[in-house]
């Protein structure tokens, strides 16, 4: 078993180059996502470190080793959870790739209620937390999500009715999405 000593001075020394491993493998998860990859790495780590063979490879190597399953591990279970929240936005600004944002969320929305049952509640109180999110955005960003997302109008058609460049609008919804996600803790 290794002491905490040793340990504290591997962790120190190793704690960059596994955010930064881990960062770049993950690289549409938030920070917490990584810290908790990184924290389940550092435990695998500590638990193992006596099948540690130095003649096989360099500590860090074997610790990169351990982040990789770590993260394969991490994306299959965050692939298996339903997602109810996938606000990103097209730049394509397509209209056939537009759903309507309503219609997106009580999709998914039905999907998640026969997985999980009685925890439906839970998620009709996030749809609710959401559309409060947006209601709260400037009128001038919220039309833009509504139209977009819950009408299906491309960002190029938003920007004739509003008279501004395609771009801007994107960045407007960007902007917009970036406010609700904060809102609701996203």
């Known amino acids: 078993m290794i002491s905490e000593i040793e340990f504290e001075k591997i962790y120190l020394d190793n704690y960059g180059l596994v955010w930064n491993f881990c960062r770049k493998r993950t690289f549409n998860f938030n920070d917490f996502d990584i810290d908790d990859i990184v924290q389940n790495t550092f435990v695998k780590v500590f638990q193992k470190y006596d099948l540690y063979d130095s003649s096989k490879s360099s500590i860090r190597t074997w610790i990169c080793a351990i982040a990789k399953n770590?993260?394969?591990d991490?994306?299959?279970?965050r692939?298996?959870?339903p997602k109810l929240f996938d606000m990103s936005i097209d730049e394509s600004g397509d209209d056939a790739t537009a759903w309507g944002f309503?219609?997106?969320i009580e999709e998914r929305l039905q999907k998640i209620k026969g997985y999980l049952g009685e925890e439906q509640n839970v998620f009709e109180r996030?749809?609710?937390t959401v559309r409060s999110a947006v209601n709260k955005l400037?009128?001038?960003q919220r039309l833009i999500i509504d139209r977009h997302y819950q009408d299906g109008v491309s960002?190029?058609?938003i920007a004739k009715e509003v008279g501004e460049r395609a771009s801007m609008v994107r960045k407007r919804a960007q902007r917009g999405i970036d406010k609700i996600k904060k809102?609701?803790?996203v």
Do not use: D, H, M, T
């Not at 991490?74 to 279970?77: L, Q």
């Open 183 to 185: 809102l609701v803790g």
């Open 138 to 140: 400037p009128s001038a």
């Open 126 to 128: 996030r749809f609710e």
């Open 155 to 157: 960002y190029a058609n």
């Open 102 to 104: 309503k219609n997106k």
């Open 74 to 77: 991490y994306v299959k279970i």
């Open 70 to 72: 770590e993260v394969v």
């Open 79 to 81: 692939n298996k959870q």
